[in-house]
């Protein structure tokens, strides 16, 4: 075998070698990440029961359980969804909360009310910041942000407990509270399979303020919360959000989702 030979072979195989490692040590970007991640369909609609329960800094549990009602209006009229609140629990039978969505785009803030039994009225309640929702989420937290509203870059690959995870830090552009959000997405050969299972929140000055966990059920081509635990580091607090009996694509009306409608409750 001439050298000239022997010198293409081995350039060859130094080409085979090398090319699959330069694939595979190729990461997508922050932003694609969020985009084949974070946005996720939803179905047209969803009916569930939704049990939260609370631990309070001296320990004490606080449960209270809800029918859920949730429709998708995609921004048509510039509305992205609307949810309701019927309370299930014994202790406050009869409360009901409603909150219309806004695009981002929107001079709107979100609409919310609240059906009180007691002197059976509807009431027009303010958006709540996430210094008056220390136990939970904030309104703010509660939308799909738009990928625009965030810078996004990639962190990392993490493996915990043998499964890998994207690891996303999104700074925004303004915000009034968080100084920056550092998302974990699961890591799958299929983008679809690809879902936020922990998001880590921190102050303007880089503490973090509490950590978000859920875990992801596909119902149907749609995917919904199965549960979600918020642990809040400034209020030294727990809530837990447990979704069952969950349905989608179960064509409710525009009726459901009005003043009157939670004053008369849901019957199914």
Known sequence: MSNRTMSKIIVATMLALLTPFSIAAEAPSGSEIVQRCYYKNAGDDQRSRLLVTSTLTNGKKVSSEYIRLWKNYAGKDGIVD???????????????????????????????????????????????????????????????RDISEDDHRFVEIRTIEGKEFYVVESTPKSDPVYGKRISWFSKHDDWEQCVEKRVDYFDKEMKMLKKQFVTWRQIDGAWVWESAVIKNFKADSTIVYDVKEIEVNVGLKDREFTPRALARGYKR
Do not use: C
């Open 82 to 144: 609307k949810v309701v609140l019927y309370t299930a629990s014994a202790h406050n039978q009869g409360l009901a909360f409603m909150r219309w969505g806004y695009t981002n785009d929107s001079p709107r803030l979100a609409d919310q009310w609240v059906y009180l039994p007691e002197m059976r009225i509807v009431k027009r309640i303010s958006k709540r910041t996430p210094e008056e929702m220390d136990w939970g989420f904030s309104d703010d937290d509660l939308r799909e």
